[in-house]
C-alpha cells in the first residue's frame, strides 16, 4: 500500500519563476493538504482540496494555487518564487476532511 | 488564531528514560494530533486524539480537552524516537486545517 508520493524531492530556482509541486494521496484517501515548513519551524498550512475544489486557506497570498484532480492526486503551484519561499513543502491525505492525516516526504525548495 | 504551545523545547535522554512531553492550546479544538519527525524530514502520525488516553507500543497519549493541554509520554526511549515531535490542533468542523505547535526536539543518546 503506496502512501503519500510526493515529487520532485529537491527542487531549485531563481526568484520571479514559478514552480509546480506534485502529490499523489494515500490508497483510498480523498482530501489533500499543503503545508509549508520552513527551517526550524511547525509545518503551516496552505489549502486543503476535496472533490477537486479548494475548501479551505491558510494565510498565505494569491501566488500559491492548487489543483486537485479526478483520481484525487494534487498540485501546488507558486508564481513569482521569492526568496522567502525557499521551505519544505509537505502535502498530507486523509479520508475525509477531520481524520488522521498522512504526510508525504515534502519537496525541498530553494529559491535563489 | 488559536495557540499551541509545547514543552519543554528541548530534550536529551539516556536510552531507556521515560519523558513527557506537553501540549497546550488556547481554546477548544476538535481535533488534535501527534507527530513525529524524524532527521530525514518524514512526519509520522502518531495519534489522533481530540480526547482522551490512547496507547501504541511504548507511546501513549493523553488529551484533557475540557483543560487544553495533551500530554506524549514515551518509554523507554530509544535512539530511533530521537526527531522533533509536534503537537496540532484544529478547532474548526471543517477540516484538517492543523495549527502546528513550534516541536519538542527529542535526542536520545546511546
Known amino acids: 500500500d503506496a502512501g503519500v508520493t510526493q515529487s520532485p524531492t529537491h527542487l531549485i530556482k531563481t526568484r520571479g519563476q514559478q514552480v509546480t509541486l506534485r502529490c499523489s494521496p494515500k490508497?483510498?484517501?480523498?482530501?489533500v493538504s499543503w503545508y509549508q515548513q520552513a527551517l526550524g519551524q511547525g509545518p503551516q498550512f496552505i489549502f486543503q482540496y476535496y472533490e477537486e475544489e479548494e475548501r479551505q486557506r491558510g494565510n498565505f497570498p494569491d501566488r500559491f494555487s492548487g489543483h486537485q484532480f479526478p483520481n484525487y492526486s494534487s498540485e501546488l503551484n507558486v508564481n513569482a518564487l521569492l526568496l522567502g519561499d525557499s521551505a519544505l513543502y509537505l502535502c498530507a491525505s486523509s479520508l475525509g476532511a477531520r481524520w488522521k492525516l498522512f504526510f508525504g516526504s515534502g519537496t525541498q525548495l530553494s529559491v535563489l | 488564531g488559536i495557540q499551541v504551545e509545547q514543552s519543554p523545547p528541548d530534550l536529551i535522554l539516556q536510552e531507556g528514560a521515560n519523558s513527557t512531553l506537553r501540549c497546550n492550546f488556547s481554546?477548544?479544538?476538535?481535533?488534535l494530533q501527534w507527530f513525529h519527525q524524524n532527521p530525514w524530514g518524514q512526519l509520522i502520525n502518531l495519534f489522533y486524539i481530540p480526547s482522551g488516553t490512547k496507547q501504541n507500543g511504548r507511546l501513549s497519549a493523553t488529551t484533557v480537552a475540557t483543560e487544553r493541554y495533551s500530554l506524549l509520554y514515551i518509554s523507554s526511549s530509544q535512539t530511533t524516537d530521537s526527531g522533533v515531535y509536534f503537537c496540532?490542533?484544529?478547532?474548526?468542523?471543517?477540516?484538517?486545517?492543523?495549527?502546528f505547535g513550534g516541536g519538542t526536539r527529542l535526542m536520545v543518546k546511546p
Open positions: 496540532a490542533v484544529d478547532r474548526n468542523n471543517a477540516g484538517n486545517m492543523l495549527t
Open positions: 490508497s483510498g484517501h480523498d482530501t
Open positions: 481554546d477548544s479544538v476538535n481535533n
